[in-house]
């Protein structure tokens, strides 16, 4: 029952640590939420939350992006997450692919991390070209499985699978925040993780 003494390098970690690892969160707009059929939209909204607050008690660099919200087409983040990022200005832009957003891909870049936690509405659009340009640039990219929704579950799954093919490796919400606490010896996160893990789980 005694870990290691010396804790693992949290900058070359093959696993996510609170130091390796940015948080990417893209197009959760009232409109996008609405249109998700892959599962029930009140359990996707907790998730993203759950996700949103495990970056946010870890202190991840946090990247949002939108839609639309400049040309007065789409709304806004949804409040779930903007009221725990109220210091981040999400980053706009009109192009269906972030990363081909150069605002959007100076954010990610500027954060320093290799290992992106990505997060989007819709997975086989907004979460699927981004995270493949990722990819293809060398970034290592988890897709969050439960916190992101498709146009259809066939959609949600053919998109999830392409990712994996091109070298994704797919995370859940709960698998996350426990590879991001890692041990119960660090005390100074326990309290937060605890009220995720347990709240989020028992609603």
């Known amino acids: 029952m005694t870990s290691f003494p010396m804790v693992r390098d949290p900058q070359t970690d093959h696993l ?32 993203i939350t759950a996700v949103a607050k495990t970056a946010k008690l870890f202190g991840l660099p946090t990247v949002i992006a939108t839609v639309n919200v400049a040309t007065g087409r789409n709304q806004p983040t949804i409040h779930q997450i903007s009221e725990i990022f109220p210091d981040i200005v999400p980053i706009d832009r009109t192009s269906i692919n972030a990363w081909e957003d150069a605002d959007f891909v100076a954010a990610v870049r500027a ?71 890692r041990d119960w010896n660090r005390a100074e996160t326990v309290p937060g993780f605890s009220d995720i893990l347990f709240t989020i789980e028992g609603h």
Request: with cysteine; aromatic share 4%; net charge negative.
């Open 111 to 181: 954060a320093g991390r290799k290992k992106l936690i990505m997060t989007a509405l819709w997975t086989e659009v907004c979460l699927v070209h981004p995270a493949l340009d990722a990819l293809r640039e060398g970034f290592d990219v988890y897709p969050v499985v439960d916190a992101v929704g498709g146009t259809s579950e066939p959609a949600h799954q053919a998109g999830l699978l392409r990712l994996v093919q091109a070298g994704a490796q797919p995370t859940s919400w709960v698998q996350l925040i426990c590879e991001l606490q």
């Open 16 to 47: 996510l640590t609170p130091q390796n690892a940015a948080l990417i969160i893209i197009d959760y707009q009232p409109v996008q939420v609405a249109s998700i059929q892959s599962m029930e939209k009140r359990t996707l909204v907790a998730n």
